[in-house]
């Protein structure tokens, strides 16, 4: 067992830490919530100095542990999120380059680097949630075409993104899990309506997507028809496995900054409140050593994380929950005022059971995949 | 980095694991549960022989001259097999206490809360227990005197509390073993239980906790940093503690039978909570942490 860095990554997160000091402070304003436009600028706009500084390709590129690196430094500087480029980086850009032809990484990945193009993630549908193998949205094949219709909802970021990655049905009479295949669709594709929906937070965080006789090249095709599902399963252990690794650091980040307004607002005065701030502390601690265990596991086995990504995900989930109620402990009746900080990161977090699988599935795959039980 | 188990690691453990279940498996903890304790000073010098207490001692002192990190690996083992006795501090003592190294000598100390385990059976006691009084221990592996007016957490360094982790740990992985293999094997409803999404669940949970405290337990003996070692036990007590308690529910009424191992693994977990000192106080730790790291 080993935690340290070769010298060579040691001079990596000195270089990064450099850059990062030198270009945080030139960035311009956060934009609001609701302002898409301005989140696709300023997201694009963020990937596009990683990429001229050399960093873009770290997530797919780099090994694994200068991806931690990478990750622990920009969280630790408070550089920006990946936001509107979560999909493209984190999940559909991995599938692409784990499972497409020569082509479509070269279609498709570079842009991603260079933030030039966002992706979307078209899984869910109205009728298939948990049970996304159910889905219906329908594919027929018309010459070197697929024509889709059906509907999609809570994709995420479908306001501005440009491509979605697309879960069909292309074989309707085959058991569910067979007929499915993995597209990659232009949204602004005829036939595509995007209808944002209100998230609790007030704003428009994802969409409705309705998709009526949607001409999408074959050529789009990742994998072969209706093995949709095993692509599928290799981008859900990508969302599940490594794509919330960065925010273990972010939350820690947090926590310290929480503990400081509880010195300057007296609540550290109070021991409960100490106490709860100690044990998350030592529950981000342990997430982020269980991160560096997966990944360097992950290094030794090669390539797609494992379901252990759900082991992570379930602790993570409510831990990342539970940070912002003691924001809210800390803050007393300012919680309740949204113009504060973290009021709207406790409500995001909500999502975080939910979203990426919720934390029933979660544990049915860790009680049935890892632990080998029956299925119910 | 390369935060994995070496080969060496993994050959290590599961060489102690086949040695300890061999002078302890199940029917010897039960044989020492029906004795009602005392310590077998037989397998304690075996222990002694396969390394276990000189284990980090140089090559020239008699010992392997390994690692804290080896040493966990070995603690967590006995803890998975419910080891009695004052594991820990005779490891301590080893190199400071003659014959403690080879298991010929049996050294105690007093640990959190002012606990004495073993009192009686000990040669060497390491700390003041003048006064000590003896308790009628809920574990019934684990004899416990409590010195009056000691300080909780006077004394306990780092080391003794990450063993203690360790041991933790390993009592939680039996935990979750004995909980999952009852749910695969025990049918209600023409099913096995563990087909149950309640019972599944607590199990999944029971896992995620081990995991979690498995990597809190190894970093810290890496690093060795006393945040580090506060956070492990936290964590390792919670595996432990928690896990000893969803793998009784999973056992029904099963569970809360004496004929049942759970309820070792859940006392034994009792009193390490207790031997590794104030939870307040390494939660007051990380809490105080995060003001340093922020500045
Ligand atoms: C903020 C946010 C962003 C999202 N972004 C996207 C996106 O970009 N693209 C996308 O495709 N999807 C996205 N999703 C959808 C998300 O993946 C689904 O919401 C999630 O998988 C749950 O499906 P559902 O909402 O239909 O709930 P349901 O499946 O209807 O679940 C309802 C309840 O039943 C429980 N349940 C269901 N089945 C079982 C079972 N077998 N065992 C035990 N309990 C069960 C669930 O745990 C839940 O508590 C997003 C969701 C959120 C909240």
Redesign the pocket.
Known sequence: MDLSYTPAEEEFRARLREWLAKVLPSLPPKPSPDDWPGRRAYDLGWQRMLYDAGYADVHWDASPTTRLIFLEETEKAGAPYVGANF?GLLHAGPTIAAEGSAGQRARWLPPILRGEEIW?????EPEA????ASLRTRARRDGDAYVVTGS?I???HAEVADWCELLVRTDAQAPKHRGISWLAMPMDAPGVTVRPLR?LAGST??AEVFLDEVRVPVANRVGEENDGWRVTMVTLSFERGTAFVGEVVACRRVLGEIAREARANGRWDDSGVRRRLGRLNAEFRALWRLTQWNVSEGEASGGVPGVGGSVFKLRYSRARQELYDVAAEVLGADALDLERGWVLDRLSSL?YT????????QR?IVGERILGLPKG | MRFQLTADQRALRDGVRDVVARIFGREALWNAVDRGGGLDRGWWRELGAAGFFSLRLSEAEGGVGLGVPEAVLVFEEAGRALLPGPLVATHLAAGVVPGAATGEVVVTAVGGGGLVEWLEEADVVVGEVRGAVALRSVDPLTPLHRVPGADPSAGLDDLFVLLTAAEQLGTAVRACEAAVQHARTREQFGRPVGAF?AVKHLCAELLVRVEVARAAVYAAAVTVDPVDIAAARLLADEAAVRGARDCLQVHGGMGFTWEADVHLCLKRAWVRAERGGSITESEDLLARELLIEAG
């Open positions: 999909v979307c993630q078209g899984f869910s949630g948990s049970d996304l999609k809570w994709t995420s998230t965080e994802f999502s939910i979203a990426a699988g919720t934390s029933e599935i049915n | 999404q």
